[in-house]
């Protein structure tokens, strides 16, 4: 299948004009790259409604062609032709780029992660350093739309916003330093080539990386804002955050890069951690290898919707010690592990040293975090 | 320890996701416009006007007395009062009111105006879809849309107009016999006066001279 | 192409734009914008002197840069903490008004 | 000068004159981030890709953000310049900026030796990065963490150090009263 792309790709640049071969190049590796993943987001928002629905036992849209499926359809529309509001006391030019601007990172994201054997849009050297520079600017940009649309929610809502991405940013980036470590390459391709071969040589497949694929995964919920770590966004508390003031087709910008965000930390965890586009037992190998990529993806996508229709929002006090107090010792505490792996030969002794190692920070930061705080059953005195 | 409360949360979660394919119990909701769960006989909602009788502008029982205008805690109720009586179901002249309009953008069910009216002319309705497309004039509602039959009535609370029927039909009678009771009193008045004029008509007959 | 003039070029402009905030605006925060483009500037001119030096094997400009924009990143840091420490004191951060060394 | 050197460019120094021109202080620090967008470009067009990720990675991501947080916790956000923009200050530090860029520019077009390509090849891998990071620059990297380390301690030890004294009054008090 990827032979077939590249294939086609080929041909049709073969029948293009010598001028135009670079600029028609790049177009036609960056346009099924972003109708893709335009597409996904389309049926991520159906699946996640209907998914929460059935969790929140209800049905869920139904409404729109069989079983809702043109819900996104309908949701586009209205989006578009919503009425575009900006408040009048608002900074109107940062309030007009903001929107724009956050789309602009998170599409150019997934431009690093490998997809296929040769389906990589670009083979940086540095990639993993690219994803995580684009992704750093998210945070100036929700402070322009929180403190373009002059009011107070919207402040907030981004203040709140950037204090959590700066915190979780630390985690997520010495989680995948790990791999980094280990694969010894920068370069998203190289990191997937250490994988190869079945999936006891993923990384996900050994202590340390076990560990680190659960601490990416929590950082990227955060990093994305997404449940239970929406408290930027807090529909209850601040009603949408830095989105408040946006309407129509801004606010359905944000949606997007919410979703694309969330995306682009899903390849990269793939790629980082369960072996990139690789199948699980060699014999499979003859599935192509972006199905298995979208496999993983499907896959990690409906655990992020159970977890949303499972678990509730955070306080921000908790949210912050999560992050300090238990994630970023842990994350280093992977480090060491990691190191310990890979000076122990990789075998059994690796296994035996590094597992009680993590399993006992893991206790201790655990019990030290919830130290204090009493769980009880709640007791309602009127409702039951 | 940290995490086995996210498991439970989770499996609990799974356990819902499945059950909703296969177990009913997992499902509590309904199709809403072509499924209903029928309404409970105490369910209320904006109130209405009742009258007797066929003809609604001439049964209705509300005679403009203004209370509930006056009771109502958001001020949804506008009544204008007719200058002259207009003869009711029972044919007796009463007061209606000219207007009365109730909007319901306003309106927040207290079922306060229920409570102090007098003559059981303002009821609570069990209707809930009342979308409208405009803002204003649609959620305005008049005399005309607002009354409804007491037959309407007994078959929405069947209870509660049982209990209004049988006490406006205590009171009926209780007005009749009394009415029957004056007219009796009246009768035998009449009656005496008649024999003490005819008394007095034979007595004068009696004084006057034959000559 | 450009060439290493052209660069070099850029970064005196920005230097002086630099210069010229750090000289006329009045706000500490601004003053330390203009370090900032500075700095920037400098690191520029040590990348183009790496880029265009016959020997770019050699990593020293880059290392510098590298190692500079740590420090400025530290910089930063304790500059900001100093103005807002500065901010409580004084009530402002208009380095006109801040002339008490000991107030 | 190539087309897309002229566009960055142009947005570096876009940037920089809106960083030193804007009234409203947020609007200048957005301003310098885009001049660091387009000094971080200038890192990529020369080669350095590696330095231009971390560019953007520690500007924009953190020494942008860091002044806003500044900017906001000092009820900065009006405008600043109040009625004589034209102030002796003004024209002397335009002035001192003018004569510093003339300056320069003559030095650098004075010196034929500045006029040249950059060579085809450079080995500017990440590895070798890396490697040399590991081997000959290893004692300024170990110099820098502790730098990094010594200024977020001095960091909040500055920020916080006048809160405890003026916020808990009783705290201050006591002070006084061992003294």
């Known amino acids: ?384 | 320890m940290l995490g086995t409360g996210i498991i439970k949360g989770m499996a609990q979660t799974a356990k819902n996701f499945v059950g909703s394919y296969s177990d009913p119990k997992y499902l509590t909701t309904v199709e809403y416009p072509e499924q209903r769960v029928p309404t409970k006989e105490n369910n209320r909602n904006f109130p209405f006007l009742v009258f007797d009788g066929e003809e609604a502008m001439v049964g209705l029982r509300c005679v403009a007395c203004q209370i509930c205008e006056k009771e109502c805690p958001p001020q949804c109720i506008y009544i204008e009062k007719d200058k002259n009586k207009k003869p009711d179901f029972v044919g007796k002249d009463q007061f209606q009111p000219a207007v009365f309009d109730i909007d319901i953008s306003v309106c927040m069910s207290c079922q306060i105006c229920v409570e102090v009216c007098p003559f059981d002319a303002i009821k609570m309705d069990t209707e809930f879809e009342l979308s409208q497309t405009n803002r204003f004039d649609g959620l305005l509602i008049n005399k005309h849309q607002l009354a409804k039959s007491n037959d309407y009535y007994r078959g929405i609370h069947p209870t509660e107009a049982a209990e209004i029927d049988a006490a406006r039909a205590a009171d009926v009678k209780k007005a009749a016999a009394k009415a029957a009771a004056k007219a009796k009193a009246e009768a035998e008045k009449k009656a005496k006066a008649a024999a003490e004029a005819a008394a007095k008509t034979e007595a004068d007959a009696a004084d006057t001279p034959e000559s | 192409m450009a060439t290493l003039s052209h660069y070099l070029l850029l970064s005196a402009l920005l230097f002086s734009l630099g210069l010229t905030a750090v000289l006329i605006r009045r706000n500490a925060i601004l003053v330390l914008v203009g370090i900032e483009l500075m700095l920037n500037a400098a690191n520029l001119n040590f990348i183009a002197f790496w880029r265009h030096s016959p020997n770019p094997g050699d990593l020293s400009g880059y290392m510098f840069v590298l190692f500079s924009i740590a420090v400025a990143a530290a910089e930063a840091a304790v500059g900001l903490a100093l103005i807002i420490a500065v901010y409580r004191h004084f009530r402002t951060t208009d380095i006109q008004k801040i002339s008490k060394l000991k107030g | 000068m190539t087309f897309s050197f002229a566009i960055i460019a142009f947005i570096t120094l876009i940037g920089a004159v809106g960083a030193l021109a804007f009234r409203q202080i947020v609007h200048s620090v957005l301003c310098l981030a885009i001049t660091f967008t387009g000094v971080a470009m200038l890192y990529l067009q020369l080669g350095a890709q590696f330095l231009g990720f971390a560019q953007f990675l520690v500007y924009i991501g953190a020494v942008t953000i860091l002044i806003l947080f500044a900017v906001l916790l000092t009820k900065n956000t009006g405008p600043t310049i109040s009625g004589q923009v034209y102030s002796a200050s003004w024209v002397s530090g335009v002035g001192v900026g003018v004569s510093v860029f003339v300056c320069l520019a003559w030095a650098i077009l004075r010196t034929p030796q500045l006029d040249r390509l950059a060579a085809e090849e450079t080995n500017s891998t990440v590895k070798a990065i890396g490697l040399s990071l590991m081997s000959d620059y290893v004692i300024p990297l170990e110099v820098i963490a502790l730098l990094l380390t010594a200024a977020m301690v001095g960091a909040i030890v500055i920020a916080m150090n006048e809160t405890s004294t003026q916020t808990t009054m009783q705290g201050a008090n006591h002070e006084k009263g061992l003294k």
């Not at chain 1, 992660?113 to 990589?120: E, M, Q, S």
């Not at chain 1, 912050?320 to 792996?341: D, E, N, Q, V």
Request: include cysteine.
């Open chain 1, 1 to 384: 299948m990827e032979a077939l792309l590249i294939a086609i790709k080929a041909r049709i640049l073969e029948l293009a004009p010598e001028f135009l071969q670079f600029p028609l190049g790049h177009l036609l590796s960056i346009t099924p790259v972003i109708s893709v993943f335009a597409g996904i987001f389309a049926l991520t928002t159906w699946i996640e409604r209907k998914g929460l629905g059935r969790i929140q036992n209800r049905l869920g849209p139904n409404r729109v062609g069989p079983v809702g499926i043109l819900q996104p359809v309908a949701d586009g529309l209205k989006m578009i032709f919503k009425e575009d509001v900006v408040p009048r006391s608002a900074d109107k030019i940062v309030h007009f780029l903001a929107p724009i601007l956050l789309v602009i990172p998170t599409m150019l994201a997934f431009s690093v992660i490998p997809y296929g054997n040769r389906l990589v849009p670009i083979d940086l050297d540095a990639g993993i350093l690219f994803f995580f520079a684009i992704g750093g600017s998210a945070e100036l940009i929700v402070f322009m739309a929180g403190w373009s649309s002059r009011n107070k929610y919207a402040m907030l809502g981004a203040m709140r916003a950037i204090a959590q991405m700066i915190s979780y940013e630390v985690p997520l980036i010495l989680s995948s330093i790990v791999v980094i470590m280990m694969a010894g390459s920068l370069s998203l391709v190289d990191i997937v080539a250490v994988q190869t071969g079945g999936f006891w040589n993923w990384h996900v497949a050994t202590p340390w990386g076990f560990v680190g694929f659960l601490l990416f995964l929590t950082a990227a919920l955060a990093e994305s804002n997404r449940s239970p770590f929406d408290i930027p966004e807090a529909e209850s508390e601040i009603i949408a955050g830095h989105m408040t003031e946006y309407s129509g087709f801004k606010y359905a910008l944000f949606f997007l890069a919410e979703y694309l965000g969330l995306f682009a930390m899903t390849g990269l965890a793939i790629t980082l951690f369960l072996g990139g586009f690789h199948a699980p037992f060699p014999f499979l190998n003859w599935v192509p290898a972006p199905l298995w990529f979208f496999g993983k993806f499907a896959i990690l996508v409906a655990l992020f919707i159970w977890i949303r229709g499972t678990l509730p929002r955070l306080r921000m006090d908790q949210l912050m010690g999560l992050a300090w107090k238990f994630m970023i010792p842990m994350s280093l505490i992977t480090f060491a592990a990691g190191a310990t792996w890979h000076y122990a030969g990789k075998g059994l002794l690796a296994w035996i040293l590094c597992t009680p190692m993590l399993l006992g920070s893991y206790v201790y930061l655990g019990t030290a975090l919830t130290k204090g705080q009493k769980v009880s059953k709640r007791v309602y005195r009127f409702a039951d």
